[in-house]
């Protein structure tokens, strides 16, 4: 059984940084690609990176390039999501995501974690 836990969301100062994390148990890192979302209440979730092949391949959503920077450990099997420079727009519930190994879908999400943003 496939689980995401996220954590490390929480209130932050704007122009501060925060690293979420995404603990992953039933799959493997280094096998399955991971990923990360936001959404904000009355939209739709929205792709912010994700990363494949333990690492070989990583992708950005345009919004965050260079102020997010997400990255992976195998060994402990979690990913992280770097966020420097945060605004008040970046604020939202975070999920964290992942395929089933060569599946071309997202196949499972974590409950979230809520990064607040303020002035």
């Known amino acids: 059984q496939v689980q995401l836990v996220e954590s490390g969301g929480g209130l932050v100062q704007a122009g501060t940084s925060l690293t979420p994390s995404c603990a992953a148990s039933?799959?493997?890192?280094?096998?399955?690609?991971m990923g990360w979302v936001r959404q904000t209440p009355g939209k739709e979730r929205e792709f912010i990176a994700d990363?494949?092949?333990?690492?070989?391949?990583?992708g950005y959503a345009d919004s965050v390039k260079g102020r997010f920077t997400i990255s992976g450990e195998n060994d402990k099997n979690t990913v992280y999501l770097q966020m420097n420079d945060l605004k008040h727009e970046n604020a939202a519930v975070y999920y964290c995501?992942?395929?089933?190994?060569?599946?071309?879908?997202?196949?499972?999400w974590g409950k979230g974690t809520q990064v607040t943003v303020s002035s």
């Open positions: 039933g799959l493997t890192f280094s096998r399955n690609a």
């Open positions: 990363i494949t092949r333990g690492g070989g391949n990583i």
């Open positions: 995501e992942a395929k089933a190994q060569y599946s071309t879908i997202w196949d499972y």
